[in-house]
């Protein structure tokens, strides 16, 4: 069939306004997602930020003091990715964060959580938002209690003084049977909910559901008990995720084992069928000799997740339990062969712990058991420099 130049023009101008409309420059309306989805991750050579590292007052428990007094600055920021370190983790502590069991405290967040999140933003730092674990008490040493007193009030029990006393809470709050608790799980999702929303947008933000859920309270249960808790945290866990999932955010979302040491620590895990990385926890005495606990320890690690769960795997904290001076350059070797053995496995990466022993920071006010030298030398290490 024929067609004249001016219908022509008309045709093809009607095809150029419709393909541009199918096909809006920048993408339409609406928040971007972040730059890096879910499964594309570089591999991640990480350090924990411990909120020992928030302040300088030993025993000070006020916050306002951990804001004006922390050793946590963007420069820190910069000298972490000045060693070769791509990511931080950073550990929220509940109690702070939600200590009103009406609603997330702002002033919280808009003081301390954003500011992590703009100076790791600000360095192209991907950084891991987790949520502490809840079974440790108010000390001199580390600060107030990790546990929100809403979560005992639900329960209907008095303030615990006790770690007994504490982990029946704990055990509480994982226990989906349990429908006292009902109330502290629907905070916790809803604080989930608040970060997904607030953060989703950051380019190298992941989130990090909850640190050693179980640690320090699974004593005096038996491995069904156990089991069976651990059944209910992967189903609590994917009722998170789903959360989540549900604010539009899609940054990478990471979830710890279980950390019951019941025989087996497996068969207190189990899978969870969503698109997440399952976090791991590595560590060796400061006088240890050689590594093979450690190597037998990731060997079982990615046994268990990579090969049977076939989920990635990041290790999130590695390294020793230093205590001594004298010790150090044995530690700085042993974190070496670590992070040599770890390049050869099948996993998304690995976090050192922690920045705390940097020179100048938490722990060289406590302890000091590196000096510079050995400092820079021990994060060059961790970072592959």
């Known amino acids: 069939?024929?067609?004249?130049?001016?219908?022509?023009?008309?045709?093809?101008?009607?095809?150029?306004?419709?393909?541009?409309?199918?096909?809006?420059?920048?993408?339409?309306?609406?928040?971007s997602p972040p730059a890096t989805p879910p499964g594309t991750l570089p591999k991640l050579r990480g350090v924990q930020i411990s909120p020992n590292n928030w302040r300088k007052t030993v025993g000070t428990t006020s916050f306002a003091i951990f804001i004006a007094q922390g050793y946590t600055s963007n420069d820190d920021f910069v000298k972490i990715k000045s060693y070769g370190l791509n990511c931080v983790e950073y550990q929220l502590w509940l109690s702070q964060l939600h200590k009103d069991p009406s609603e997330v405290d702002l002033l919280y967040v808009t003081t301390w959580v954003d500011q992590l999140v703009n100076w790791a933003e600000d360095n192209q730092i991907y950084h891991i938002i987790t949520i502490d674990d809840v079974h440790d008490f108010e000390t001199e040493k580390y600060g107030p209690y990790h546990m929100p007193s809403w979560m005992w009030m639900d329960l209907g029990v008095a303030k615990p003084t006790t770690v007994q006393q504490q982990a029946v809470i704990v055990r509480?709050?994982?226990?989906?049977?349990?429908?006292?608790?009902?109330?502290?799980?629907?905070?916790?999702?809803?604080?989930?909910?608040?970060?997904?929303?607030?953060?989703?947008?950051?380019?190298?933000?992941?989130?990090g559901l909850v640190n050693e859920p179980l640690h320090h309270s699974y004593g005096g249960i038996t491995s069904s008990e156990a089991s069976r808790l651990g059944r209910h945290y992967s189903t609590f866990m994917t009722t998170v995720y789903d959360a989540v999932r549900g604010t539009g955010a899609q940054n990478p979302i990471f979830v710890d084992l279980t950390y019951m040491f019941i025989g087996d620590?497996?068969?207190?895990?189990?899978?969870?069928?969503?698109?997440?990385?399952?976090?791991?926890?590595?560590?060796?005495?400061?006088?240890?000799?050689?590594?093979?606990?450690?190597?037998?320890?990731?060997?079982?690690?990615?046994?268990?997740?990579?090969?049977?769960?076939?989920?990635?795997?990041?290790?999130?904290?590695?390294?020793?339990?230093?205590?001594?001076?004298?010790?150090?350059e044995n530690s700085i070797n042993l974190v070496s062969q670590m992070v040599a053995y770890m390049k050869t496995k099948q996993l998304r990466g690995y976090g050192f712990y922690a920045w705390e022993y940097h020179e100048g920071e938490y722990a060289d006010f406590t302890s000091n058991v590196f000096n510079a030298d050995q400092s820079r030398r021990l994060f060059s290490v961790a970072g592959g420099v």
């Not at 008309?10 to 095809?15: F, G, K, R, Y």
């Not at 509480?172 to 905070?187: G, H, I, T, V």
């Not at 400061?286 to 795997?313: C, E, M, R, W, Y």
């Open 265 to 328: 620590r497996y068969n207190h895990v189990f899978p969870i069928d969503r698109d997440i990385t399952w976090e791991a926890h590595s560590y060796l005495s400061q006088t240890a000799t050689n590594i093979d606990s450690f190597k037998a320890s990731i060997d079982n690690h990615v046994s268990k997740i990579v090969t049977g769960f076939g989920k990635p795997l990041y290790i999130g904290e590695y390294g020793c339990y230093y205590s001594s001076p004298q010790y150090a």
């Open 1 to 31: 069939m024929e067609v004249d130049r001016t219908t022509g023009l008309s045709l093809v101008l009607a095809l150029l306004i419709a393909y541009v409309f199918m096909n809006p420059i920048g993408g339409g309306p609406g928040p």
């Open 172 to 207: 509480a709050f994982y226990d989906l049977e349990n429908p006292k608790m009902d109330a502290s799980r629907q905070r916790f999702v809803n604080t989930w909910k608040f970060l997904a929303e607030r953060y989703k947008n950051h380019e190298y933000a992941i989130y």
